[in-house]
Every structure is written in structure tokens, then in C-alpha cells.
């Protein structure tokens, strides 16, 4: 008997359940039995679809710049050392000197292709094919805008930009100069949800009528990204919706494969505010507060203890306890922050409902308060339904009472093994590699409108928030 036989003879398979919250005792359990547990996958051959190949089929190595070398640059740049025959990072632009000497070093980079601001990356003639945005969020417009124009196509993190004006601006200047920009909606090329994209859409659960989508952020993620960090501020950046959730509001889009008629959306900023501040906490965590050591978003316990979310403090070591103390107990340092007095006005609980062109509707929450990350997915057919976690995902047929599970892990794909959000990362850079070498945007999953379709829903939806009300997205 093996895993998959072990685990349906317990009803776990035909009930659905799959092992969840289980793994550990049906591991003890299959041990004592002499069942090998470790097998890595129980996908049922009926969706079990191709996993596509991470290596680009180019006509030689597509020479890319990196703007923006921080945790995204260096994640997209990586390609490079896994398929040198398909990608050659030639230029890099960081306004931080030891971000751009780190990856010119890395790949070898002349001094004169060397950046520090963006801007001057066109102060000399075009040296290559694309290049890789992975800017702050209120640096994506003015780089993306003059790339296009001199030539360049581009792969453009994710949100697109600030403003519904700018985003469709650049979905013009795209097509003005023939241009191809993929955004970094990275989940819809991960092999978990196009495999879910597939079993909709090959007619297992029949029409599409309704879709339950949450996005779990994970309690320290938030404070970390949202409260403390980068993204805190929704006026110097964008609201939370775009910011966090633009994946979410893009897989719905890419799900459905109608435009998005309305939406309606609520939720505030509700927890992370100086009135809710237990009594004597003082502005940093490092300034002896009486309740670092009960405090779920202790800066000391999330980024000492526990060495999470480290990628933004530049660590010489990231083992060294007191590097990261000396960082986060920097007066400058805003990851040392009580999560109770920081600059923030991003909501940490946000839900939406969306009706589209065909009647398909579709609900999404978005919340801070959960202790994982993640997503969680519910998809409702004619003729059946489909559950996910994020990893796993089972398909019910009505009438046969079939459960199908999808359970294909990174590791029984050996070459998609380290690759970020569930193997999605490296396959968008094959995609878009593929793209700019036939210079053909159909080898993505999404063009660029598309991409804009959703932004638009986000930014809707925040005006929707904002307003009380329902607003029409699409005519």
C-alpha cells in the first residue's frame, strides 16, 4: 500500500479532506504501518496537466537590465545564472551603491553599465532587449514610459502604477511603439493555479457561476510590509488592494475570461493605531517596552528571533543577532517601530464583490489577521466545484461524486525547485523570454491590457471603499 491507497482507505481522498491540519499524525501512522509517507504527490491522472519547462525556447540569450536590484531584481536576475544560454543580465540600475555593485559583480557588468537612478540608463544608447522594473511602486511609470520609447521591452512588477490614468498611459505607449510589457502577476504562472485555471476550464465543474477568493496575508507579514514597511503608506505607494492583492484581483480576471462589470468593497484600518498601544509602549521595540515579550509584531521577536523578512536590511550576515538588533534599533530604521505608532492608513481587512459581463460574480477578502499565508480558493460550477489552499486542490464532480486532488509539489519538478511563489517567478521570466525574442506577447499569459482590466478593478474597488458605494468597472 502506498500513500495515496493509505490515505483513501482512512476516507481522507473520498471525504475531501486531503490531509488537512492531519499531516503529522498520518505520517506517525503510516511509519508504524511500513507505508512510505514521503511520496510526493497524490494528483489524480484526470488533472494532472503538463507542467511547462522552465528553460526559454530563445534564439539565443535575451540580453536584459535590471532596474531596481533590490529582493524582485535579484529574484528575476537568478534566471540568468540557472539558463546563461537563454538570459544575459548586461546592465543594472540601483540607487543604492551596494545593491547595483552587487549584481554587476555577480554578472559581471562593465562600470559603464552601471546605473545609479533609473533615469540614466538612457543617457546612452539601447545595449539590450528588455528590461526588468523592480522599482518602488512610485518608480514604475516614468521608467516603464521611457523604456517603451526607446525600444525596450519590458517586464514590470507589479502594481503597474499609482493611478488608473497612469496604468492605461502605459498600456497606450505600449502599443504606440509595439512593445511588449508583461506584469509581474507572477501566481497566474504558477503550476498550482494554472492547473486550476485548466480544470475550469476543460468543462469539470461545467459553467462557471460563482467565485470565493481570501487572501491570508499572514499577522507578521502584515505589520512587517503594511504597517512598519514599505507599503504602509496607500498615498506614497498604492492601496493595499493593488499594493498586496493585485495577484488576486488578476487570477479572478484570468479565471472568469470576461470583463468585470461592478464592484463593491468595504473594510478599514481597524487594530494597528496609537489608541489600541498597550499602556507604556514606547515608539520603538527596541526602547525596553513592557510587552516585547507577549507582543505578536515584536520587531525583535519577528526579525532577531524568529530571522524573518530579512531581505531589507542589506545583513553582512543574516545569522549575526546583533547586526540585525544594531539595524532595527537604528532611530532611522522604520522596521524598529512600535506597530502602534507607525505611519500608516492601509486597512487590514478589505472585502470586495465583483459581478462580470456574464453574471459570474466573484467575493475576495483580503485579511491581515490570520497565521499563515497564502490563498484560499472556492470555485462553483454547474456540475461541480473546486476547494484550494494555496497547494493542494481537490475537484468535485455532483453527479459521479468523484473528488479529483491536485497535489504536485515543486519538488517532483526538479528544475522549478526554489523558485518563488509557487514555481511562478522563474516561469514568468521563461514566458516573457519567450516573448521578447519572437517579440510575440502571446507566449504570455496576459497582455497588457488584460494585466490593466484588473488594475482597473483594484483601483474601483478602493474607490468604492472609499465612497460607500457600488461602481461600474467596465461599461
Known amino acids: 500500500m502506498n500513500r495515496k491507497d493509505f490515505l483513501r482507505s482512512l476516507g481522507f481522498i473520498t471525504a475531501g479532506a486531503a490531509v488537512i491540519g492531519g499531516e ?3 505520517k506517525a501512522a503510516g511509519k508504524a504501518m511500513g507505508i512510505p509517507m514521503e511520496d510526493p504527490s497524490m494528483t ?26 533590490g529582493n524582485r531584481g535579484r529574484t528575476y536576475a ?22 547595483k555593485n552587487a549584481m554587476g559583480d555577480n554578472f559581471n557588468i562593465p562600470e559603464e553599465h552601471r546605473f545609479g537612478d533609473w533615469s540614466e540608463v538612457f543617457t546612452v544608447p539601447k545595449f539590450a532587449d528588455a528590461v526588468v522594473i523592480s522599482t518602488p511602486d512610485d518608480t514604475h511609470y516614468h521608467p516603464c514610459m521611457k523604456a517603451l520609447e526607446w525600444g525596450y521591452d519590458v ?32 501566481l497566474r504562472y504558477s503550476p498550482y493555479f494554472r492547473a486550476m485555471y485548466e480544470a475550469i476550464h476543460t468543462g469539470l465543474i461545467g459553467k462557471l457561476i460563482s467565485i470565493q477568493h481570501m487572501e491570508p496575508i499572514e499577522c507578521r507579514h502584515m505589520a512587517h510590509s503594511y504597517v512598519r514597511g514599505n507599503w504602509r503608506d ?9 499594493a498586496k492583492s493585485c495577484h488576486d484581483l488578476d487570477i479572478l480576471r484570468w479565471f472568469v475570461g470576461k470583463p468585470c462589470r461592478s464592484i463593491v468593497a468595504d473594510g478599514s484600518l481597524t487594530w494597528f493605531k496609537p489608541e489600541n498601544a498597550p499602556e507604556g509602549a514606547p515608539l520603538r521595540c527596541t526602547d525596553g517596552c513592557p510587552h516585547e515579550a507577549t507582543c505578536p509584531y515584536s520587531a525583535i521577536d519577528v526579525y532577531v528571533r524568529r530571522k524573518q523578512h530579512l531581505g531589507v536590511f542589506d545583513l553582512k550576515d543574516s545569522r549575526d543577532e546583533q547586526e540585525i ?32 459581463e456574464d453574471g459570474t460574480t466573484a467575493s475576495f477578502s483580503m485579511e491581515a489577521f490570520t497565521p499563515y499565508g497564502g490563498r484560499r480558493t472556492r470555485v462553483m460550477g454547474t456540475t461541480g466545484y473546486i476547494e ?11 453527479r459521479s461524486d468523484r473528488k479529483l486532488i491536485w497535489d504536485k509539489k515543486l519538488s517532483d519538478i526538479p528544475e522549478y525547485r526554489g523558485s518563488g511563489h509557487g514555481g511562478g517567478d522563474m516561469a514568468l521570466v521563461c514566458d516573457f523570454l519567450e516573448a521578447v525574442s519572437s517579440h510575440d506577447e502571446s507566449k504570455l499569459t496576459s497582455n497588457i491590457d488584460a494585466s490593466i482590466e484588473s488594475h482597473v478593478m483594484g483601483f474601483r474597488a478602493e474607490k468604492s471603499r472609499l465612497s460607500h458605494k457600488k461602481v461600474k468597472v467596465s461599461k
Open 155 to 186: 517586464l514590470l512588477e507589479k502594481p503597474v502604477a499609482q493611478s488608473e490614468k497612469e496604468c492605461t498611459d502605459i498600456a497606450a505607449q505600449a502599443h504606440k511603439y509595439g512593445g511588449i510589457v508583461a506584469v509581474c502577476h507572477v
Open 24 to 26: 503529522q499524525n498520518l
Open 78 to 99: 537568478n534566471y540568468a545564472k540557472v539558463y546563461p544560454e537563454c538570459m544575459q543580465i548586461v546592465g543594472v540600475s540601483d540607487i543604492r551603491e551596494s545593491r
Open 44 to 69: 489524480d491522472p484526470e488533472v494532472d496537466f503538463p507542467v511547462k519547462g522552465l528553460r526559454a525556447s530563445v534564439n539565443g540569450p535575451v540580453k536584459v537590465i535590471i532596474i531596481g536590484a
Open 388 to 398: 484550494g489552499d494555496g497547494t493542494t486542490f481537490t475537484v468535485y464532480e455532483f
Open 234 to 242: 496607500s498615498k506614497k505607494t498604492t492601496p493595499i488592494i493593488l
Open 325 to 356: 538588533m544594531s539595524k532595527i534599533s537604528d532611530p532611522d530604521n522604520v522596521w524598529g517601530r512600535c506597530v502602534y505608532h507607525c505611519d500608516n492608513d492601509q486597512p487590514d481587512h478589505f472585502v470586495s464583490e465583483m459581478v462580470f
